[in-house]
């Protein structure tokens, strides 16, 4: 069964760095795309970026220039670093494992397993 | 970036009812739409992925329609743990985007 543990700081000041950790257990760690997802409090779900297990990144444009995922496949890991937060940053952010199926000459991607949520709030 | 815009934003509904919740995406999507359960303080669950196939472990009462920028998730018949907040998604583009959410409450 794989499981997506997460931990990292939940509360933080503006213009600091915002550091999230990922484990991976169970199942493989390569094949897949690894991201990170965030909701703010009361609202919808905000795709923030993915890595796969040789380091290959997408990310969204409109985060862009403060994100960075990396991963560590010694330890199953992937992490998450967001610079210069502010409050409009305040949310819970998931990982979650990023699966392609192919079938029939088309396919499929979806977000299968997910970790338990960080809530991180951003305030001075 | 494909925008997904779902209807009704909330929805209410007794045990026993049949529901059906609207996505459409602002471009061709192919069948790369995909359906999610979240209740409160919990992460998303998946119920539908290739906007038709249900995930394995989820009730049959869950079906899933559509292709192209039209889709659908029907429950059959709601059950209280079916009371949640769904969220469509889609995977065409890199750039992944969700539905703003349909809330379904107790009547």
């Known amino acids: 069964q794989v499981q997506l543990q997460q931990w990292g700081a939940g509360l933080l000041k503006p213009s600091e760095t915002l550091s999230l950790t990922c484990a991976v257990y169970?199942?493989?760690?390569?094949?897949?795309?690894w991201s990170w997802i965030r909701q703010p409090p009361g609202k919808g779900l905000e795709w923030i970026g993915e890595?796969?297990?040789?380091?290959?990144?997408n990310y969204n444009p409109s985060l862009k220039s403060r994100v960075t995922i990396s991963v560590d496949t010694s330890k199953n890991q992937f992490s998450l670093k967001l610079s210069s937060v502010t409050a409009a940053d305040t949310a819970v952010y998931y990982c979650?494992?990023?699966?392609?199926?192919?079938?029939?000459?088309?396919?499929?991607?979806?977000?299968?397993?997910w970790g338990q949520g960080t809530l991180v709030t951003v305030s001075s | 970036d494909i925008q997904m815009t779902q209807s009704p934003s909330s929805l209410s509904a007794s045990v026993g009812d049949r529901v059906t919740i609207t996505c459409r995406a602002s471009?061709?999507?192919?069948?790369?739409l995909n359906w999610y359960q979240q209740k409160p303080g919990k992460a998303p669950k998946l119920l539908i992925y290739?906007?038709?196939s249900l995930q394995s472990g989820v009730p049959s009462r869950f079906s899933g329609s559509g292709s192209g920028t039209d889709f659908t998730l029907t429950i059959s018949s709601l059950q209280p743990e079916d009371f949640a907040t769904y969220y469509c998604?889609?995977?065409?583009?890199?750039?992944?985007?969700f539905g703003q959410g349909t809330k379904l409450e107790i009547k």
């Open positions: 890595i796969n297990h040789s380091g290959s990144t």
């Open positions: 471009q061709s999507i192919s069948s790369y």
């Open positions: 979650a494992r990023h699966k392609t199926i192919y079938y029939y000459g088309s396919g499929s991607a979806f977000f299968d397993y």
């Open positions: 290739a906007a038709s």
């Open positions: 169970g199942g493989s760690f390569s094949g897949y795309y």
């Open positions: 998604q889609q995977s065409y583009s890199t750039l992944r985007t």
